[in-house]
């Protein structure tokens, strides 16, 4: 039988490690300071992942598209999966790999940002919509496992130290919360 305690233990310990990183540390915060520069100038935050990491897509365009810690105005900011008919029909008619690409070209402007998120880092798809983004100005972070697969081409890599599915994950959504609260609190400052 599995022990919770080893588990939560072992979330702990990524945990830990990322924050013993200061060069990961300092990724964190100039990705955010990326997402807040293109936001400040009119621009978009886009999201892309699969599976789970789709979900934390979604979930972190959600905290910034609608609040994080407090009432202000809402950021541009949107997962690039959330339209079904448009998702199925590119996979269909060009193939799963163009989903994010295609979107992205439709979508996105030089000067915004698009944030992949992979725990492997080599999501097919995903790498497609960062040389997508290369090609027309936009931005890109990328958030993976510890390697950081094919996804180490784009601008800002924030990769967890651990190549364990789960904890990176966790590490994932701690990371863009991270993110959204800095991005939150710089664009609308406490008074």
């Known amino acids: 039988m599995t022990s919770i305690d080893n588990i939560i233990k072992d979330s702990i310990a990524v945990k830990q490690l990322i924050l013993n990183d200061k ?32 979900s934390d897509a979604q979930h972190l365009a959600a905290e910034l598209s609608g609040r994080f810690y407090y009432d202000r105005a809402p950021l541009n900011a949107e997962a690039l999966h959330v339209n079904t008919s448009y998702l199925t029909a590119v996979a269909n008619d060009y193939s799963f790999e163009m ?9 996105a402007k030089k000067g915004d940002v698009l944030v992949g998120i992979s725990t492997s880092g080599n999501s097919a798809n995903i790498v497609k ?34 190549q364990c599915t789960p904890r990176i994950q966790e590490s994932h959504i701690m990371i863009g919360h991270i993110i959204c609260e800095i991005i939150e609190a710089t664009m609308f400052p406490k008074k």
Do not use: Q
């Open 99 to 107: 989903v994010y690409a295609r979107m992205l070209e439709a979508s």
């Open 23 to 54: 060069a990961l540390i300092e990724k964190i915060n100039k990705a955010a300071e990326m997402c807040v520069e293109s936001l400040k100038k009119g621009g978009k935050i886009h999201f892309c992942g699969n599976g789970g990491s789709a």
């Open 129 to 162: 919509a960062i040389e997508k983004a290369k090609e027309m100005g936009v931005k890109t972070i990328a958030m993976t496992g510890e390697s950081g697969g094919k996804m180490k081409c784009c601008d800002i890599l924030l990769n967890v130290p651990s």
